[in-house]
Nanobody, 114 residues
Framework: FQLQASGGGLVQPGGSLTLSCAAS????????MSWFRQAPGEKPEWVSS????????ISADSVKGRFTTSRDNAKNTLYLQMDSLKPEDTAVYYC????????RGQGTQVTVSS
């Protein structure tokens, strides 16, 4: 199976970005999906997870109230809407199947800087 994140970039503090993750090679709607991030020199950090039908997303305290996780099972795509971005959100962002970091595919770089 494959997971490919996209939509990252350079944004100023307080700005917004929407990440997408295209899934293929498995039945997307059968799996809870998650977002992780990893900053240089840091351990991976869990960001959020969302249930198979899109209900009851949960997120880390560090992003709660600023990031919104959603999914479109018809398009096999996971999303992460990121608002009020802070410099400490700078990282490579990955999507994963369930909460299995080893399942991550290509990540996307998010850089928050003025």
């Amino acid at each position: 199976f494959q997971l490919q994140a996209s939509g990252g970039g350079l944004v100023q503090p307080g700005g917004s970005l929407t990440l997408s993750c295209a899934a293929s090679g498995f039945v997307f709607s059968d799996y809870t999906m998650s977002w992780f991030r990893q900053a240089p020199g840091e351990k991976p950090e869990w960001v959020s997870s969302i249930g198979r039908s899109g209900g009851s997303p949960i997120s880390a305290d560090s992003v709660k109230g600023r990031f919104t996780t959603s999914r479109d099972n018809a398009k096999n795509t996971l999303y992460l809407q990121m608002d009020s971005l802070k410099p400490e959100d700078t990282a490579v962002y990955y999507c994963t199947r369930q909460s299995d970091y080893a399942s991550r595919g290509q990540g996307t770089q998010v850089t928050v800087s003025s």
